[in-house]
């Protein structure tokens, strides 16, 4: 049974991606159940290239196929310079 | 063997101890307060420091490293869990900087004990390489004209 | 590159410090004496410690270390001279113990720094391997019982 | 022309080597102007394998089959195991 009210997902940019955005984190309400990273990635942003994204949900690095519920955290960052 | 009981500074209990700081630190301390709860007979020991120049050749004002936080740490204890169990030996200590880093301060430290030189070395390394590609961290250059966000990590220096 | 200019304390003008000791040092110490002088970005260190038993298992109460006056110095001199050469910006120190050494104590200290981590890294284990294998030194082993001279060296702990 | 006076090497042992021949170092005197390093490692010793002893002329390695010359220091010694 699908629920009518919205739900609520925490979106969080990293490093130039957030530079280039302009903003850190934003809670943004999506349609239905579930929805694929992919789909956030283009909700938030049309500009900037897809190659060397790395996403995680909840902390966890999956990918841009991967399905984000209600109450997840997901992060879209440039490739890892530490060390 | 009786030496191989290890009497690292623990974390959860484990031969494992690291830490996110966001400021200096005078690594050769460390080092030495590490390893005198650390009986093993070798070890291996890396301090990578702020270069004074960017990627570009131009005079470094500061570095600014970031991080993803909850994720960074989570990922580097995940790791550093797993390698200590490949050998009950194996103590290793991480401490990586964020926030702004000047020319020649330490970004990263790394302590790895064990019984054999070959072990200490192998696992430094491992843990280095992990540290610079798999863990959240990024790093932005300050000059004195700007900044730039690094897009791709320094090279090895040779062929593998 | 202006960092590839290494300000290391000289041997014969070159970045290349090594001493055989007949008493025992403070690694830190040295490290941090060592790195003062040197601006490179990577820095590999090692310490080599003196196990409490001895290659049969039995509790050691001190390790002796000879040499062969004159020829050892000069062969790790030409050896380092020539690791020196392949590298413009690599720094090597290289500190060994000769004379009784008692558990705990360091036998060994070796540091590379260089631009790049695996350059420091690799010149790091081609130096500890060749004072292994390459430069006359002979451990004999002192236990409550007897002393015995060690036939073979001790392992990488795995399989290459 | 050969010379009749005897002529001097200096034998330097080490290590076990030392200690199973009871000395550390000898001046021999050789026939002739030159000898082979095995044939010093014979007059000095009869009993030790030869197996694994690493030998040096004027403190540089060489092997058995080396010429030693008057006034040079040979040295005969068992695998390193420093570090």
């Known amino acids: ?83 | 063997m009786r030496w191989h009981l290890c009497q690292c500074l623990p974390v959860d209990n484990l031969r494992i101890k690291f830490k996110i700081l966001e400021e200096t630190f005078n690594p050769y301390k460390e080092f030495e307060l590490w390893e005198k709860v650390n009986k093993n007979s070798a070890n291996s020991f890396f301090i990578g420091r702020v270069r004074p120049f960017d990627q570009f050749g131009n005079d470094l004002k500061k570095l600014e490293i970031i991080h993803y936080k909850g994720m960074t740490e989570n990922y580097i204890k995940k790791y550093l869990m797993k390698i200590s169990e490949k050998q009950d030996d194996l103590c290793i200590f991480l401490l990586h900087r964020i926030g702004f880093i000047y020319p020649n301060e330490p970004i990263i430290l790394i302590a790895v004990s064990a019984n054999h030189r070959g072990i200490a070395n192998k696992y430094l390394q491992e843990i280095l390489e992990f540290t610079k590609y798999k863990v959240p961290f990024w790093k932005k250059e300050w000059t004195f004209k700007g900044s730039s966000w690094v897009k791709k990590n320094t090279d090895l220096g040779f062929e593998l």
């Not at chain 1, 130039?16 to 990635?41: C, H, P, R, Y």
């Not at chain 1, 500009?47 to 966890?60: G, T």
């Open chain 1, 1 to 83: 049974m699908e629920s009518e009210k919205s739900n609520k997902i925490k979106v969080v940019l990293l490093s130039s991606i957030a530079e280039d955005l302009g903003w850190n984190e934003k809670f943004l309400t999506i349609e239905g159940t579930q929805m694929k990273v992919f789909s956030v990635w283009n909700l938030i942003n049309s500009n900037l290239p897809q190659d060397n994204i790395i996403v995680s949900i909840n902390q966890e690095i999956t990918d841009m196929d991967a399905m984000i519920n209600p109450d997840d955290e997901v992060a879209f960052m440039p490739m890892f310079t530490g060390g």
